[in-house]
T-cell receptor, first 116, second 111 residues
């Protein structure tokens, strides 16, 4: 199946700093990628839809100025958590799809963010 | 707003037993997914169900879809310890693969 690579796998940062997470589709092009957040023992919640060449679409309650999304190419989307706080500590997962009929969405390995 | 309800949320079962996890969703959808998640890991795709009456099987797991009832089931046959994980169903309501997830079922298979 298609491969989605996410980097880094884990990161620890100090409160007030910014962290960038990359999501790459390795063997297909993705005009749309998705960013999810998962708190411990909870389900995945969609944060935003990343659209290549245009602004991301954020879900209700997600601060677009805090979670900056850039989708500069058909294989790369980045999520930057700005001015991180301990409550931003979570597991962030991206997904992407080749987009052909009857194909599925593939998930990255996830990034464990810990803000201290 | 698309809502996905999964039950049970917690399932403890003995090896060798059978059980079913249920996934109900609120509005018409064209795709339903089942995923497995191990602790600290991302999601592993198990099944994609695309049409009414679809049934897919892989090893001890079998998934089915009833679009009229807006219900999918994940049936576990003769459970083994290696199946212990959290299982999520997710539903896509459009062509852009935006997914709404159920809360997940934490499955523990005891020897």
């Amino acid at each position: 199946g298609a491969v989605v690579s996410q980097h880094p796998s884990w990161v620890i940062c100090k409160s007030g700093t910014s962290v960038k997470i990359e999501c790459r589709s390795l063997d297909f092009q993705a005009t749309t990628m998705f960013w999810y957040r998962q708190f411990p023992k909870q389900s995945l919640m969609l944060m935003a839809t990343s659209n290549e060449g245009s602004k991301a679409t954020y879900e209700q309650g997600v601060e677009k100025d805090k979670f900056l999304i850039n989708h500069a190419s058909l294989t790369l989307s980045t999520l930057t958590v700005t001015s991180a706080h301990p409550e931003d500590s979570s597991f962030y997962i991206c997904s992407a799809s080749p987009g052909a009929v009857n194909t599925e969405a593939f998930f990255g390995q996830g990034t464990r963010l810990t803000v201290v | 707003e698309l809502k996905v309800e999964q039950n049970p949320l917690f399932l403890s079962m003995q090896e060798g037993k059978n059980y079913t996890i249920y996934c109900n969703y609120s509005t018409t959808s064209d795709r339903l997914y089942w995923y497995r998640q191990d602790p600290g890991k991302s999601l592993e795709s198990l099944f994609v169900l695309l049409s009414n009456g679809a049934v897919k099987q892989e090893g001890r797991l079998m998934a089915s879809l009833d679009t009229k009832a807006r219900l999918s089931t994940l049936h576990i046959t003769a459970a083994v310890h290696d199946l212990s994980a959290t299982y999520f169903c997710a539903v896509s309501g459009g062509s852009n693969y935006k997914l709404t997830f159920g809360k997940g079922t934490l499955l523990t298979v005891n020897p």
